[in-house]
């Protein structure tokens, strides 16, 4: 049985929350360690499936939240108080922080008494831009860096904000977030109003929604470069975070054009506008027994389904929808932290632990190996310093598996293995770090895992699959050569020099010239250079020989002429 003592030197670093939502509470330990702290690594999570909102709405017309909730509450609130001493989280790193649904309640301030008379912790009250400004936070730390437009959907209320990232600091509007009625339950608590009973008319609702979002973009002064930005784009990004926004975005992957749909996570998920609006379709697919849909989640698409409708004729032009996990807890997290480390890539922090001793002469002679995009084909977008230090890190992650499970595993290892938990990554992401580690270890399937391949290849496309295959050959290479990671000074063992030529049809080819120490003129060839050639057959491009792929040619020299 797994210990339930804490390291001395991590336990100073965890952070308890309770997040007491509309449509839940939430407890979290999160380790904020400096090494991971970026991606705010979670050591325990729990949830008490109450609704405060609902609950104020028993009798059907707003009343207190009842005694017999309020002891609910209590009850969770007394284990997790256990389950932080097990943890031994410091006293002083423990937070209750209510929204709206204990804001806007009748009896709210005795609510507060009883908790902290219960636990003997004080509750923090958001005032509604507060609130609204540490939900952006929390979709901030979402992803690698944003700009654009953020939403986040509670079940009482929504708000609405921009945001742009860079280098770590967060700008957005001066007002945090305008915070508006229109939260999941509310709206369909509002809209059974209209529909059951007949309490006013769709389209006079839909048009105030409208009129109230066009009036809260106002109120948040979009910038005029932000604005330029988008209309050079195509239109604003929108980020979204929220239960009711996420389960649209879990029904549009399991109804997408992939399927199965390979990566779990709601977090970093993409789709254009023409699908998140498409919402016939996606309230057709939507119910419970779509994956992470509850049957109260499956409940409230017809509202959310409304709001959208209503969203996109009241903002200016949307082009592309990301989704977030974060919400006010990564927020409150998130806000803790200084900039040096919110500007942190969190694919390099979370696979940092896992570094080789001498990761950065390993990642100058990976990267020494693969073409410049200077005067070349483009490379594919998420080939990034992020994405080769990444890798790096991980070269001889699963080197201790057995052989035949090596690239199983690292196929999955952003899917359910060492960074299934990661915080802030795009799909695009672990989809190319996942087929990169798995031709690292020689790309070599069992039949169970082969469709699983296929569907990260099409989350990434064709052009991006084969540079992964080609980078992840590339890396096998370097681990082959140095296995313990160590590069001992004056002992370089490879030298890569890598360009573009053209072939006898005027096509680009990648030219390679290796150099070995020792080797060259005896006419040696190692057998992972006949490898890396292969990938450029075109037999082994991504669709065969009509797919996609470049032909590599290699030669081998001594060193010291390279």
């Known amino acids: 049985m797994a210990s339930v003592m804490a390291s001395s030197s991590k336990q100073d670093h965890y952070q308890a929350l309770v997040d007491m939502g509309s449509n839940g509470i939430r407890f979290s330990i999160s380790d904020l360690s400096p090494l991971t702290?970026?991606?705010?690594?979670?050591?325990?999570?729990?949830?008490?499936?109450v609704s405060l909102y609902d609950a104020q709405y028993s009798t059907g017309a707003k009343g207190p939240i009842p005694e017999n909730v309020i002891q609910e509450v209590l009850a969770a609130l007394l284990r997790f108080k256990r389950t932080c001493e097990d943890f031994r989280v410091p006293h002083h790193r423990i937070r209750i922080v209510a929204t709206e649904a204990t804001r806007e309640a009748v009896n709210s301030a005795e609510f507060i008494r009883q908790i902290k008379e219960g636990t003997g912790w004080p509750v923090e009250m958001l005032a509604k831009e507060e609130e609204g400004r540490i939900g952006a936070m929390?979709?901030?730390?979402?992803?690698?860096?944003?700009?654009?437009?953020?939403?986040?959907?509670?079940?009482?209320?929504?708000?609405?904000?921009?945001?742009?990232?860079?280098?770590?600091?967060?700008?957005?509007?001066?007002?945090?977030?305008?915070?508006?009625?229109?939260?999941?339950?509310?709206?369909?608590?509002?809209?059974?109003?209209?529909y059951v009973h007949g309490k006013g008319t769709g389209s006079a609702f839909k048009s105030e929604m409208i009129a109230n979002f066009k009036k809260a973009l106002g109120e948040l002064e979009v910038p005029p470069s932000l604005s330029k930005a988008a209309s050079k784009a195509g239109g604003f990004t929108l980020y979204l975070s929220g239960g009711g926004f996420r389960g649209w975005g879990y029904i549009l992957m399991s109804g997408g054009v992939i399927q199965p749909y390979p990566i779990p996570t709601i977090n970093g998920f993409s789709v254009p506008k023409a699908a998140f609006t498409a919402t016939d379709h996606v309230q057709s697919l939507g119910n419970s027994s779509t994956f992470r849909i509850s049957s109260r989640r499956a409940s409230q698409v017809p509202a959310v389904s409304f709001l959208i409708n209503s969203l996109i004729s009241a903002l200016p032009s949307i082009c592309h929808i990301y989704f977030a996990q974060g919400g006010l807890r990564e927020g409150l997290l998130f806000s803790s932290l200084p900039p040096q480390i919110r500007s942190q890539h969190p694919l390099v922090t979370a696979t940092l632990p896992y570094a080789p001793p001498s990761a950065p002469a390993l990642l100058s002679l990976l990267i020494s190996g693969i073409p410049s995009s200077n005067n070349g084909p483009q490379l594919y977008v998420t080939a990034d310093t992020a994405f080769f230090t990444s890798l790096i890190h991980l070269l001889?992650?699963?080197?201790?598996?057995?052989?035949?499970?090596?690239?199983?595993?690292?196929?999955?290892?952003?899917?359910?293995g060492v960074l299934a938990s990661t915080h802030g990554l795009l799909h695009g992401s672990r989809a190319v770090l996942a087929l990169a580690l798995c031709e690292r270890w020689g790309g070599e399937l069992p039949p169970s895992d082969v469709d699983f391949l296929s569907k990260m290849q099409e989350t990434v496309g064709m052009e991006q699959s084969w540079w992964a295959k080609f980078v992840g050959r590339l890396a096998a290479i370097v681990g082959e050569i140095y296995p313990a990671g160590i590069i001992r000074e004056g002992e370089e063992r490879v030298r890569f020099r890598c360009g573009w030529g053209l072939s006898d049809k005027g096509k680009a080819i990648i030219q390679m010239r290796v150099g070995l120490r020792g080797e060259g003129d005896s006419g040696a060839r190692p057998a992972w250079v006949d490898a890396l050639e292969k990938v450029g057959k075109k037999k082994s491009w991504i669709g065969g020989k009509e797919g996609w792929g470049l032909k590599v040619d290699i030669q081998i020299r001594p060193i010291e002429e390279l």
């Open 37 to 49: 702290a970026r991606v705010m690594p979670t050591v325990y999570q729990d949830r008490c499936a």
């Open 396 to 416: 001889s992650y699963h080197a201790s598996l057995p052989k035949d499970t090596r690239a199983p595993a690292a196929l999955r290892s952003t899917t359910t």
């Open 138 to 194: 929390g979709v901030a730390s979402s992803f690698p860096s944003l700009k654009g437009l953020v939403m986040d959907l509670g079940g009482g209320s929504v708000q609405l904000t921009w945001m742009v990232t860079e280098s770590g600091e967060v700008q957005i509007s001066s007002k945090g977030a305008v915070s508006l009625p229109y939260g999941a339950a509310a709206l369909t608590r509002r809209l059974d109003e209209i």
